[in-house]
């Protein structure tokens, strides 16, 4: 975790990667996760402890609900501080809910992680007046091989063509991740496979965003186990 920079809280969180004249970060966590009420020990408690750390500079949680919670908890210190709301962002829905779930995330200052192209182009309908994506910081995380949650890679285009409209207006995703499926071997086809995958990724997204978009793969897991991921040791 780094020094935050960038419009929505991201950061500088690892060795830059070479991307011709553009540097890629697909590196690690930007992130906290305070999931599960931090498994048990209390995501306030959790929370102010690591604020205490000066590179600290987001959290993750599952629900709105966690994140209206921890919000309060960090009370003034941790204003300033992103949340990622992980789930709770889906179904982005048309009409009154969406607006209900944008209004809940920009009062109480969460950040929503879109992980659906349906939920995308909901959250984005209405450009550029009236997009939520417009409106509120967000974060987009895709798919690349564990088959949970994320955008389908099929959609990269499309993702990319709306960034690019985006940017054009001086708006920008706060972060763009994955997630990986086996953090703790490198040498997993399933890690290859996503390694590469996010590295395409990168690459291809990298070019339109600037550098204070924080590009972040890396798992609990991988962060303790970087040496043997060898392009997050780069």
């Not at 997993?188 to 972040?216: K, M, N, T």
């Amino acid at each position: 975790i780094g020094d935050p920079a960038g419009q929505h809280g991201g950061q500088q969180t690892a060795p830059a990667q070479g991307n011709g004249d553009r540097m890629c970060r697909p590196i690690t966590e930007s992130h906290d996760e305070g999931l599960a009420d931090a498994y048990g020990h209390g995501a306030g408690w959790a929370g102010r402890l690591l604020l205490k750390e000066r590179s600290v500079s987001s959290f993750g949680v599952a629900t709105i609900s966690e994140g209206i919670d921890l919000r309060r908890e960090l009370s003034a210190r941790g204003a300033r501080v992103a949340i990622l709301v992980f789930s709770g962002a889906t179904p982005w829905s048309r009409g009154s809910r969406g607006d209900e779930l944008g209004r809940a995330f920009h009062f109480h200052g969460l950040t929503p992680v879109i992980a659906s192209i349906e939920d995308w182009r909901t959250f984005h309908s209405g450009f550029p007046r009236k997009s939520w994506s417009v409106r509120i910081p967000f974060e987009l995380k895709f798919n690349t091989g564990m088959n949970r949650l994320g955008i389908g890679l099929e959609h990269l285009g499309e993702i990319r063509r709306d960034l690019l409209r985006l940017s054009q207006i001086g708006v920008f995703p706060g972060g763009i991740f994955s997630h990986l499926a086996v953090g703790e071997d490198a040498t997993h086809p399933v890690s290859r496979l996503q390694a590469a995958r996010f590295e395409a990724l990168c690459s291809e997204l990298s070019a339109i965003l600037p550098d204070s978009v924080d590009f972040h793969l890396a798992n609990s897991a991988a962060v303790l186990g970087a040496k043997k991921w060898k392009f997050l040791a780069r």
